[in-house]
């Protein structure tokens, strides 16, 4: 999961004599008994068709995102010689004290980006053996994300809607502790570390003041680590106040890899709901 960036629409402004339209942020003051609205961050007006983010995006800013993810897991989990079914939702696991964290970094400076984004799961339920004798199953997941991404389309349009598109290249570092415990048989741990090179895609519109659309996902793996890892998620972010954003919407993130002989197939999926807090 990326960092949510405030590219969301601009609010109104009104155009001068001269074709040129002043920036959002504006205060009114008396001048000859009219009201001349001034930019309160520079005084240089911005031309109606240039880019936005020429004047706000040429800096160096940092968004750092805390989040809770209610996830829901299906799918197969093998350790060893041993494979579970499992089928739970957010309810069953919860009641085994699971959960999800999603927390992300992001530093971008003009159309660069560089991503850290990490996603830790504790998950521990009752499964099924494929004999159908009941299976304690329980681990522990990190999915580490290193990304770079570079924005190919920044635009504005005459409505002040905006749309970005920032497809992303990288790595995934998984790590895995697994345990499964099946009824009438011997326990079965495992751990395991691989890297996944990774690639990826997030569309970002901004449809109204201070609110953003937000579509994710990543694919990867490819046999060089797992034999496929993928996440997608789609978001909703509020800018309620400057510098702080509330994101809600649902993700998904999905690893096919060889544990031994044991084979994993497993999707986490769930709401998911975030704080984003841009300190520059």
Same mark, same amino acid.
């Given at each position: 999961?990326?960092?949510?960036?405030?590219?969301?629409?601009?609010?109104?402004?009104?155009?001068?004599?001269?074709? $040129?339209?002043?920036?959002? /942020?504006? *205060?009114?003051? %008396?001048?000859?008994?009219?009201?001349? =609205?001034?930019?309160? @961050?520079?005084?240089?007006?911005?031309?109606?068709?240039?880019?936005?983010?020429?004047?706000?995006?040429?800096?160096?800013?940092?968004?750092?995102?805390?989040?809770?993810?209610?996830?829901?897991?299906?799918?197969?989990?093998?350790?060893?010689?041993?494979?579970?079914?499992?089928?739970?939702?957010?309810?069953?696991?919860?009641?085994?004290?699971?959960?999800?964290?999603?927390?992300?970094?992001?530093?971008?400076?003009?159309?660069?980006?560089?991503?850290?984004?990490?996603?830790?799961?504790?998950?521990?339920?009752?499964?099924?053996?494929?004999?159908?004798?009941?299976?304690?199953?329980?681990?522990?997941?990190?999915?580490?994300?290193?990304?770079?991404?570079?924005?190919?389309?920044?635009?504005? $349009?005459?409505?002040?809607? /905006?749309? *970005?598109?920032? %497809?992303?290249?990288?790595?995934?570092? =998984?790590?895995?502790? @697994?345990?499964?415990?099946?009824?009438?048989?011997?326990?079965?741990?495992?751990?395991?570390?691989?890297?996944?090179?990774?690639?990826?895609?997030?569309?970002?519109?901004?449809?109204?003041?201070?609110?953003?659309?937000?579509?994710?996902?990543?694919?990867?793996?490819?046999?060089?680590?797992?034999?496929?890892?993928?996440?997608?998620?789609?978001?909703?972010?509020?800018?309620?106040?400057?510098?702080?954003?509330?994101?809600?919407?649902?993700?998904?993130?999905?690893?096919?890899?060889?544990?031994?002989?044991?084979?994993?197939?497993?999707?986490?999926?769930?709401?998911?709901?975030?704080?984003?807090?841009?300190?520059?």
């Amino acid at each position: 999961m990326f960092a949510a960036l405030p590219i969301h629409a601009a609010e109104p402004s009104t155009p001068n004599d001269s074709g $040129f339209q002043l920036s959002r /942020t504006e *205060v009114n003051v %008396p001048w000859s008994s009219q009201a001349f =609205t001034l930019d309160a @961050a520079a005084t240089t007006a911005v031309s109606a068709n240039e880019d936005i983010w020429t004047k706000f995006d040429d800096k160096l800013h940092l968004a750092m995102t805390f989040s809770l993810w209610a996830t829901s897991a299906n799918g197969t989990f093998g350790v060893r010689d041993q494979n579970a079914d499992i089928d739970a939702c957010f309810s069953d696991l919860i009641k085994h004290a699971s959960y999800a964290f999603n927390p992300s970094i992001e530093l971008w400076k003009g159309k660069w980006e560089f991503i850290f984004a990490m996603t830790l799961s504790k998950l521990h339920d009752n499964g099924k053996s494929p004999l159908g004798t009941d299976v304690d199953v329980a681990s522990t997941i990190g999915a580490f994300d290193f990304l770079v991404g570079y924005s190919v389309i920044q635009t504005r $349009f005459e409505n002040d809607m /905006t749309l *970005v598109v920032t %497809p992303v290249i990288g790595a995934q570092v =998984t790590y895995v502790d @697994a345990e499964i415990d099946p009824e009438f048989l011997q326990k079965r741990t495992s751990s395991t570390t691989f890297v996944d090179p990774i690639i990826g895609c997030r569309t970002v519109w901004g449809f109204a003041p201070r609110l953003d659309l937000r579509a994710e996902g990543t694919i990867g793996g490819f046999g060089i680590g797992s034999n496929l890892t993928w996440s997608a998620g789609m978001y909703l972010d509020w800018e309620f106040v400057n510098s702080f954003s509330l994101g809600v919407g649902y993700r998904a993130l999905a690893w096919d890899y060889d544990l031994g002989p044991g084979d994993t197939d497993l999707i986490l999926h769930g709401p998911w709901i975030g704080l984003t807090w841009r300190p520059f």
